[in-house]
């Protein structure tokens, strides 16, 4: 794998491109040149990512494609890209497109790596990763939250990364086990608290951050779930909006007022917290990792957290697919990838400092 082809040019899409340029042969496409692409370390072309006959004929010349597109435009990609043979990589959190592009990876001569983000993605790896320590697990819990470092206001947010993409999150049914059954559950319920090196945060249920592991532990544990963090009392403001203003059905005015009224913040934190309990032999014992990211300086430039965590991810995930440590073809499941091999690459190392 030498030629790779990154769709989408925001900052996780550019950022994207900027890692995996500096080992393989890059070239980025967004429908406008980001303002910034004269210090681009790769090419950048400008196209309609929407004209499958366009993106079929630019495609054709590589041997992957990364999208960082928006989640609904990603089937017509995966689709090229398995008619074509290439390696295909998202950060998607989408159901339905993670459920398409697992069909299309039945007859795929490439990888269809979907989901290659931070959650799901990272998560998703870390949380395996635990379960491995135990000979039977009982509890697999996830959180993941990208914040303000500095919140203000009642919904105490910034929306530093795709707002439509949160609103999928928040609007979708998530899947989970609970009492040993997988079962759908209702986004924005569930609501706990959580202490954070003494600072109070809710976290509560979304959609998409398990990717495919309740299938993956399905009749082996009694609780998995994935929660989203935030500062107390978003999700009450969120479910107003969602449900008494009954802005559910309008998913593009309620994304264009979000946007406006909590714009991207250039100090930001994430926050990864997986914990696994279990029996090792007779000893019930409980597994914890914890992380807090904060903005990074990757050449000269600083990235916010969402950014580089996100990217990184993806990249991490590419690096092992070209080093042959991950599979050449078929559907791949981020808690399939071993993460002291995930670490040991470049881009992974990032989450080593």
């Not at 593009?252 to 930001?268: F, M, Q, W």
């Not at 990792?289 to 991810?313: H, L, Q």
């Not at 697919?321 to 808690?335: C, H, I, R, T």
Request: with cysteine; hydrophobic share 40%; charged share 25%.
């Amino acid at each position: 794998m030498k030629k790779i082809l990154t769709l989408g040019l925001g900052k996780v899409g550019t950022l994207v491109g900027v890692l995996l340029s500096k080992q393989f042969e890059v070239t980025g496409v967004d429908k406008k040149a980001p303002h910034y692409n004269r210090t681009l370390p790769f090419n950048v072309l400008e196209l309609d990512v929407t004209d499958n006959q366009v993106m079929r004929d630019t495609m054709k010349d590589y041997d992957a494609v990364v999208s960082a597109l928006p989640y609904f435009l990603n089937k017509n990609i995966a689709q090229i890209a398995h008619d074509l043979g290439l390696h295909y990589f998202d950060l998607t959190e989408d159901v339905d497109t993670t459920n398409f592009i697992r069909d299309l990876a039945k007859t795929s001569k490439g990888l269809m790596a979907p989901q290659c983000g931070l959650a799901p993605g990272i998560i998703g790896i870390i949380g395996a990763h635990l379960a491995k320590e135990f000979t039977k697990v009982r509890d697999i819990e996830l959180r993941v939250g990208a914040l303000p470092k500095y919140p203000n206001g009642l919904m105490a947010y910034s929306f530093t990364w795709s707002p439509a993409g949160v609103i999928n999150e928040y609007i979708n049914d998530a899947e989970a086990i609970h009492n040993g059954e997988r079962k759908m559950v209702t986004s924005l319920d569930g609501i706990e608290y959580i202490n954070i090196e003494g600072k109070e945060f809710e976290a509560f249920t979304t959609s998409g951050g398990l990717g495919t592991m309740c299938e993956t532990f399905e009749g082996k544990v009694d609780t998995l779930n994935y929660k989203t963090i935030r500062y107390p009392g978003h999700a009450k403001l969120m479910r107003f909006m969602i449900y008494e203003l009954c802005m559910k059905e309008n998913k593009e005015e309620l994304t264009a007022i979000l946007e406006n009224a909590k714009p991207p913040v250039k100090e930001d934190v994430v926050y990864i917290y997986a914990v696994v309990e279990g029996w090792q032999d007779a000893k019930l014992l409980r597994s914890e990792y914890f992380k807090a990211c904060s903005p990074v300086e990757i050449d000269g430039n600083m990235w916010r957290a969402i950014s580089w965590t996100t990217a990184a991810s993806l990249a991490a995930v590419v690096e092992m697919v070209a080093k042959g440590d991950l599979p050449q073809n078929g559907f791949l499941k981020q808690e399939e990838i071993p993460f002291d091999k995930f670490l040991e690459t470049e881009n992974g190392q990032y989450f080593v400092n």
